[in-house]
């Protein structure tokens, strides 16, 4: 049985080092972090890096070339499975980078698809998942959800659908990015050459086959935090995603944590955040969680 986890504090070490290395492996890393509240089995599916947006936010190095060009399924397996036995038998929590909690390496909160680009672009998802659901259940982590990190630009794709009936069957979640409201700040947040109104039908269509979770970043761009017009559209988009079937369990808000390559893009204060969530809920009615 799951038991309650602490509240994981957004400025120890561990949750600010989100590195998506770990020793010699290739597709997993794990993390301590504030939105799965503990350990979260980072897969990373695009090893080569790649991705259908641009945001201004983005903490991958692209100038450095990615490690893999594809995601094979033997090696994803060995690794997840020595992952998890190091998880169990303590070895994780004797590694530096958990010296401050070693104790929340005990338990595995979530195994989340995400990774240096868009884990939706990969040809062979339903196959990814596949295997990773297998492990999961060979090694007794029922509590354990999968989660989908999404722009959401490939939702709409069939190897994506299949793969999202999969997650539905395995304790799935899917937390869609959205960070705008109208094209013109989506343009400018995400620098996508997806069309801003293919992620909103994806993120609806999804939603409307299982809840989803809408995470978005809010952040100033060059001195500018987002306007008071801007989140009204925001909170427009979202509320015709609930009235036209969606189902949103949650938002996730949240602002920049690290340093981004993108110096003029900056971290709001949690009391800006706290102030846009207050106005989201107010104008939505939606539960909304801040992690700063
Ligand atoms: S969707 Fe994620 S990986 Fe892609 S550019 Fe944005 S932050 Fe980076």
């Given at each position: 049985?799951?038991?309650?986890?602490?509240?994981?504090?957004?400025?120890?070490?561990?949750?600010?080092?989100?590195?998506?290395?770990?020793?010699?492996?290739?597709?997993?890393y794990p993390v301590i972090s504030r939105r799965s509240r503990g350990l979260s089995i980072g897969v990373n599916l695009n090893p080569d890096k790649r991705c259908n947006f641009d945001c201004v936010y983005c903490e991958v190095d692209r100038k450095t070339p990615g490690r893999a060009t594809s995601v094979r399924l033997d090696q994803l397996r060995d690794e997840l499975v020595w992952l998890v036995q190091h998880a169990r038998d303590g070895t994780l929590a004797?590694?530096?980078?958990?010296?401050?909690?070693?104790?929340?390496?005990?338990?595995?909160?979530?195994i989340a698809f995400s990774g240096d680009g868009e884990p939706t672009m990969i040809p062979n998802f339903e196959e990814c998942v596949r295997t990773?659901?297998?492990?999961?259940?060979?090694l007794g982590l029922d509590d354990t959800k999968l989660v989908l990190i999404t722009d959401s630009a490939g939702l709409d794709k069939g190897s994506v659908k299949r793969g999202l009936e999969l997650m539905d069957a395995h304790h799935g979640e899917i937390w869609c990015k959205l960070d705008a409201g109208?094209?013109?700040?989506?343009?400018?947040?995400?620098?996508?050459?997806v069309q801003f109104s293919r992620i909103l039908k994806n993120i609806l269509e999804t939603a409307r086959v299982r809840p989803v979770i809408i995470q978005s970043l809010f952040?100033?761009?060059?001195?500018?935090?987002?306007?008071?017009?801007?989140?009204?559209?925001?909170?427009?988009?979202?509320?015709?995603?609930?009235?036209?079937?969606?189902?949103?369990?949650?938002?996730?808000?949240?602002t920049v944590a690290r340093p981004t390559p993108e110096t003029w893009a900056t971290r709001l204060t949690r009391e800006e955040l706290e102030g846009l969530a207050t106005e989201?809920?107010?104008?939505?009615?939606?539960?909304?969680e801040v992690f700063d």
């Open positions: 049985m799951a038991t309650e986890p602490p509240a994981i504090q957004s400025s120890w070490a561990v949750v600010q080092d989100h590195r998506r290395v770990f020793q010699d492996l290739v597709y997993l004797q590694q530096p980078k958990f010296c401050e909690v070693p104790e929340l390496t005990r338990q595995i909160r979530d990773v659901a297998e492990v999961r259940h060979q109208t094209p013109e700040y989506y343009r400018l947040v995400n620098r996508s050459f952040l100033r761009i060059r001195g500018e935090a987002m306007t008071p017009a801007e989140l009204a559209a925001y909170c427009d988009r979202l509320n015709e995603i609930v009235a036209a079937g969606g189902r949103i369990r949650e938002v996730h808000a949240y989201i809920r107010r104008r939505t009615g939606l539960k909304v």
